[in-house]
């Protein structure tokens, strides 16, 4: 099993930034690919970023294409995500993912942290 644990959310004015954390526990991290997806309410989960076991490759929603970075520290059991230029639409609860690297399913989710943007 692994657990993830989501830090960082917060409130920010629009334009600002912020950076979430998301620590993970249990079984080798690096053996997982790691993603971040947000859901607002009333909206469905929507994927936002992800990262490759060794952090060369990333991937991004198009609604966060530019202005989201995602990057893991595997001495550190961590995986990041930087916002920048938060806008009011970027507001929801994020959530932390990991997936065995062959499966189709993400198995291990955080419990998620809020971020809320004010314009």
């Known amino acids: 099993q692994v657990q993830l644990v989501e830090s960082g959310g917060g409130l920010v004015q629009a334009g600002g930034s912020l950076r979430l954390s998301c620590a993970a526990s249990?079984?080798?991290?690096?053996?997982?690919?790691m993603a971040w997806f947000r859901q607002a309410p009333d909206k469905e989960r929507e994927f936002v970023a992800l990262?490759?076991?060794?952090?060369?490759?990333?991937t991004y929603g198009d609604s966060v294409k530019g202005r989201f970075v995602i990057s893991r520290d595997n001495a550190k059991n961590t995986v990041y995500l930087q916002m920048n230029s938060l806008e009011p639409e970027d507001t929801a609860v994020y959530y932390c993912?990991?997936?065995?690297?062959?499966?189709?399913?993400?198995?291990?989710w955080g419990q998620g942290t809020q971020v809320t943007v004010s314009s």
């Open positions: 990262v490759s076991l060794s952090g060369a490759s990333t």
């Open positions: 993912a990991g997936r065995d690297a062959l499966a189709a399913r993400y198995d291990y």
């Open positions: 249990g079984r080798t991290f690096s053996r997982y690919v």
